[in-house]
């Protein structure tokens, strides 16, 4: 079992900044380390996330204001999130993802998500 925590969420104004970080316990060697999120009445969507390699991906919304980052050692997940607007208020969610021996195929574990609520 991996079990991600988030923590760092809280109430900001809009055009400030929080940061997220996000901690898997369990030992295991994870492949992949992202965030979701998701608003009262929105689908969950992807914000960003991060391979082992360093390789990362984000949301259009998102790109220029959210920078995510990865320590493999420690098995952690930042999200720095700068210029924040109303529309970012979402629960955060952190992911983690372990690979197996069938190519293509990964177990996702998901953290118990944290608020972040942008007031304007």
């Known amino acids: 079992q991996v079990q991600p925590v988030e923590s760092g969420g809280g109430l900001v104004q809009a055009g400030g900044s929080l940061s997220l970080s996000c901690a898997a316990s369990g030992g295991a060697s994870l492949v992949k380390m992202g965030w979701y999120r998701q608003a009262p009445g929105n689908p969950r969507e992807l914000v960003a996330d991060?391979?082992?390699?360093?390789?990362?991906k984000y949301a259009e919304s998102v790109k220029g204001r959210f920078s995510i980052s990865m320590d493999n050692a420690k098995n952690m997940v930042y999200l720095q999130m700068d210029s924040l607007k109303p529309d970012d208020t979402a629960v955060y969610y952190c992911?983690?993802?372990?690979?197996?021996?069938?190519?293509?195929?990964?177990?996702?574990?998901w953290g118990q998500g944290t608020q972040v609520t942008v007031s304007s």
């Open positions: 992911t983690a993802d372990v690979g197996h021996s069938i190519p293509g195929v990964s177990t996702r574990y």
């Open positions: 991060i391979t082992s390699g360093g390789i990362t």
